[in-house]
DNA sequence: GACTTCATGTCAACAGTTTGACACACAATC
DNA sequence: GATTGTGTGTCAAACTGTTGACATGAAGTC
């Protein structure tokens, strides 16, 4: 089998992903970028714009304007006056705990479907290589 | 583990490899979205401009643009008349196979060093797991 | 203290993509 | 043969995301 394959291997698996949590996660009202903000928000709450953007692999500028909508929405809240080098940390709001909560449950969903055939042996096996390639081509950006 | 860190693990990796793939083919002046037509088109010639959307998962729209922006680069070369369901077949010019053939190496670089750790072993299991995961979602979407 | 450096937030212009709509062309069904 | 259904190509509007630029605040350096 030719290495070659896993690329387009690894776009079509993703996408196929995403399709399927935009289809669970719209009639929440969430897009898949807004659930992934939340859920980064929920984990390390406080947390900055332009880290959240780093984290969810887009520019910081689209990141504002999606932040921006979920402050609009009243899902999260953000310091009126910034801090220590201007940033301004958001917080979700109760509504988006209890949002945030059914939207993983649906997203848990897909996941199991799509772990359903696999054991727990071979769930850590995939984890394990795909860690493995992505931390490969990370080093491989720096020299 | 819980198995949801899985899809973030696919979405970071995607993300990770299309950075890297955007690096070296965008000095052969080479979108990724374009060097997956070029390949798709050098796969199987006189392809339909919607089948080559369904495979690089993007609307026929944007398709038809793309595609269009190949031929005036004299990348590709479409039948003037429609074919029998309205249709215009695609086809790679000698230009573009040169470039193609330089783009593939420069992949298969990225590619292999994503892999480079990993036995065939190893790498014949990934395609086997990730295979399997896509195969798994793809079902779920038509139930 | 003045200077450079770096990170954040934000504005504006731009490119890429999607959604919705329409016009065809062919196949299938009645 | 008329009708319905499906697939293709294309136009226009809307949305999403990027790039470039600027102002600001904080830290380091001379």
Do not use: W
């Not at 030719?2 to 935009?22: F, H, W, Y």
């Not at 406080?46 to 504002?64: C, D, Y």
């Not at 220590?84 to 649906?106: F, K, Q, V, Y």
């Not at 394990?128 to 020299?143: T, V």
Request: proline share 4%.
């Amino acid at each position: 089998m030719s290495p070659d394959q896993l690329g387009v291997l690894i776009k079509e698996t993703q996408a196929v992903l995403n399709q399927r949590m935009d289809e669970v996660l719209r009639p929440l009202g969430l897009s898949v970028s807004q659930y992934a903000c939340l859920r980064n928000l929920h984990e390390e709450p406080g947390i900055t714009g332009s880290e959240l953007a780093r984290r969810t692999f887009v520019s910081r500028q689209s990141m504002n304007v999606l932040v921006q909508g979920l402050e609009r929405h009243g899902l999260v809240e953000r310091a009126p006056e910034p801090g220590p080098r201007r940033e301004r940390g958001a917080m979700l709001t109760h509504a988006a705990t209890e949002i945030l909560a059914r939207a993983d449950n649906a997203v848990s969903d897909v996941v199991g479907a799509m772990t359903e055939h696999l054991g727990q042996e071979q769930r850590n096996e995939l984890h394990a290589l795909l860690s493995a390639c992505r931390d490969a081509l990370a080093r491989e950006s720096s020299r």
